[in-house]
Nanobody, 113 residues
Framework: QVQLVESGGGLVQTGGSPRLSCAAS????????MGWYRQAPGKQRELVAS???????NYADSVKGRFTISRDTSKNTVYLQMNSLKSEDTAVYYC???????WGQGTQVTVSL
């Protein structure tokens, strides 16, 4: 079992560039993949970005070119660098792992005008 803890959310201005972090309670080196989901009010949770054990990345069309997922296995941490934020990026952002499967508790990102 693994615990995931997100940080880095908060109130951000439109166009801002916050970075979210997801710290795992143990080594992520052997994890199949890790990723970030988000859920906006009244909407379904959606996959934003993922990174495989081999380093391959995948992004939702809505964030391609603006968000970057990365990982630091020495720190057991996955990051989501978000640039050029828009109001529609407002959501609770969740970290997730595959193999093993686990979810973080979520961190709120609110983009203000």
């Amino acid at each position: 079992q693994v615990q995931l803890v997100e940080s880095g959310g908060g109130l951000v201005q439109t166009g801002g560039s916050p970075r979210l972090s997801c710290a795992a309670s143990r080594s992520i080196f052997s994890f199949n993949a890790m990723g970030w989901y988000r859920q906006a009010p009244g909407k379904q949770r959606e996959l934003v970005a993922s990174i495989s054990s081999g380093g391959s990345t995948n992004y939702a069309d809505s964030v391609k070119g603006r968000f970057t997922i990365s990982r630091d296995t020495s720190k057991n941490t996955v990051y989501l660098q978000m640039n050029s934020l828009k109001s529609e990026d407002t959501a609770v952002y969740y970290c997730r792992s595959w193999g093993p499967t686990s979810w973080g508790q979520g961190t709120q990102v609110t983009v203000s005008l």
